[in-house]
């Protein structure tokens, strides 16, 4: 009676493991098959040369994307100067106040602004600093970047310092600690890891943005360090290389993919290990 | 940092004046009122959880708040030094008194009140820090002047953990044992120098021997503190406290010298809780 009953609920069991693996590996896929095409016909364009040097004029082969490289290490440093003070404060606002009503329109929102088309958010950095400066700067790149990131910044680092144990930032207060130094000196330490790790994954958000860059940052085929000037950006070469006749240019856009690419996997493996490997130490 | 508006505590009731009155005859009336709550009650949204208490906690003795689940000790008790503040939805009403200030009068500094008024829970709650850095923390945060390792040398040997830890000071304290934490805790609140300690449970998450650690503890203590302590062990509030508070829904049904409520308490209320015929 019992060996038949045994041998069908491990034939199911066996059934079920192999369902679930196989969705697991399905679902898998489709990320193994981007990043082999892409590093196969990226991999093969880069070398040094095409990290360090500039794009040569058009029609001749050879240079690189050093322009677009420090472009978007640019506007992804404005971005975060912007978004990350901002945002921290913001996301501390929110979890110590967490029933006022304020605090329920903060998180309206920024739930809004998190869901408002990158494109969208261009055209109000245009409108806000573009216009009113008269030229395509890096800055206003940043600002819409800064925009972007910011809802992440913000829920992040509310949701991390919710997780914060009460009974810690208790004892602290019952020990006459004040309530912003508790803040400052407790909660915000305890948190830190997952704020770092909040800010990394905001960053690997808007590194690949392009349409919010159009009208603002604009492009700049020279390497450009002053962020009241228009700069370059990976995603901008990306888009303008694949898109031009020449093949080598095409080439080279597999090659900025794969650089953008493994930029954003750093930031998250980075992010990955600070949240798993740091000791909540103040 | 310091306010004004807060005056000096009476640091009363000394071994001096202890000892002739060690042994009172019958239940003496409090002596100096370290704190004292007049028709004080503590409201979670609109449901009373103390109700018009009013109580005498005198300076330098123990007292021992019993009662059922629930009846409102703990939210008592975190009134005195106003932790319930950062409790949504908790309001005060009626008086408070500490040294004779107001605690709920707009003159009152929460922040410097709880300097004063120490607080050990009921579940240790060490930084995650060094057991040296737990216990200097919060001096060094506030201003302290004087010598952090001579301070923290002082505040683990009251407490009694001082010979347990003094090789391993810079050792994270979460390694400790639960008793030694909540020692731990206590030489936290005792290094901040407060005159008042609020003790909520302390013991509950403690095997015997660390629980007889800390009785003895609260028993030397009670030379330089006020001890608030509640708890759940009859046993414990008859062998450690001088008075004992009994409480019931919210509300005080008697407080009496401690020998008296475990003896021939006035009410029967108190007697049925205490024999254990409750409910
Ligand atoms: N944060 C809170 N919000 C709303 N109600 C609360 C809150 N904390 C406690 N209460 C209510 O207040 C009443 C008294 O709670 P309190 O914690 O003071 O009881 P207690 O005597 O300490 O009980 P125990 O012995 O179980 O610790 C209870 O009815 C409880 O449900
Ligand atoms: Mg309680």
Known sequence: ?282 | MVTTAMPQPVRPVRREQQAPAANPPAAPLPETAHVRTDNFSVYYHDHPAVNRVTLTIPAGKVTAIIGPSGCGKSTLLRAINRMNDFVPGARAEGQLWYCGQDVYGPNCDPVELRRRIGMVFQKPNPFPKSIFRNVAWAPKINGYRGDLEELVERSLRQAALWDEVKDKLDRSALALSGGQQQRLCIARAIAMQPDVLLMDEPCSALDPIATAHIEDLIDQLKTQYTVVLVTHNMQQAGRVSDRTAFMYLGELVEVDATDIIFTRPNNPRTQDYITGRFG
Request: charged share 15%; glycine share 10%; aromatic share 10%.
């Open chain 1, 1 to 282: 009676m019992r060996a038949p009953k045994l041998h069908r609920r491990l034939f199911v069991n066996g059934l079920f493991r192999a369902g679930i693996y196989g969705l697991a590996f399905g679902a898998l896929l489709p990320l193994f098959l981007i990043l082999f095409d892409v590093f196969r016909k990226g991999l093969p364009v880069i070398d040094w040369n095409f990290l360090v040097s500039m794009p040569r004029a058009t029609g001749e082969t050879g240079g690189g994307i050093a322009n677009a490289i420090v472009g978007s290490l640019m506007l992804i440093g404005l971005a975060a100067a912007m978004a990350v003070p901002l945002g921290v404060a913001a996301g501390v606002y929110l979890s110590e106040a967490r029933k006022s009503r304020l605090a329920y329109f903060t998180r309206l929102a920024v739930d809004v602004l998190q869901g408002m088309p990158s494109v969208v958010i261009g055209i109000i950095a245009y409108l806000w600093l573009v216009r009113v400066m008269g030229k395509f700067t890096a800055l206003s790149g940043g600002l819409a970047l800064g925009l972007m990131m910011l809802p992440l910044v913000v829920r992040g680092t509310e949701e991390v310092l919710k997780l914060v144990p009460a009974h810690i930032k208790e004892a602290s207060l019952a020990l006459g600690v004040p309530h912003y130094r508790t803040v400052l000196r407790v909660i915000i330490p305890c948190g830190l890891p997952g704020i770092i790790s909040a800010v990394l994954l905001g960053v690997s958000r808007i590194a690949g943005e392009t349409a919010p860059l159009l009208f603002t940052a604009f492009g700049n085929r020279f390497l450009e360090f002053s962020p009241l000037k228009p700069v370059g950006s990976l995603p901008l070469t990306i888009f303008t290389y694949a898109m031009s006749p020449y093949q080598d240019l095409q080439a080279q856009a597999w090659g900025a993919s794969v650089v953008l690419i493994v930029l954003v996997l750093a930031t998250n493996i980075i992010s990955r290990v600070v949240i798993t490997r740091w000791k909540i130490q103040f």
